[in-house]
Nanobody, 120 residues
């Protein structure tokens, strides 16, 4: 079974920064379209940011100007740079990506999730 590997979550003070990573599960796999989602306790999941296969980016209004989604040049790893974090950004963050094995689309897969807690 294919899984993306996430890392980078943790506890940070308000105003701080974190960078989440989402890595392809094998060296010959690449990430095509990529999205980051978050879910706070008792609330439904929300799309935070997405990066299309053509490189276009879209952000939820609640993170515009603070978060940046990107992907490395080899398309092995996706990132979510989070700046000026607020307590309301506290949530479990998960990545979702279309995985390619060379030119074969394997499907859309999720990472295991990583907790981000913003608190003083």
């Amino acid at each position: 079974q294919v899984h993306l590997t996430e890392s980078g979550g943790g506890l940070v003070q308000p105003g701080g920064s974190l960078r989440l990573s989402c890595a392809a599960p094998a060296t010959n796999f690449t990430l095509n379209a990529l999205g980051w989602y978050r879910q706070a306790p008792g609330k439904p999941p929300k799309l935070v940011a997405e990066l299309t296969s053509s490189g276009a980016t879209h952000y939820a209004d609640f993170v515009k100007g603070r978060f940046t989604i990107s992907r490395d040049n080899l398309k092995k790893t996706g990132y979510l740079q989070m700046n000026s974090l607020k307590p309301e950004d506290t949530a479990a963050y998960s990545c979702n990506a279309d995985i390619m094995d060379r030119d074969i689309h394997l499907g859309s897969y999720w990472g295991q999730g990583t907790q981000v807690t913003v608190s003083s």
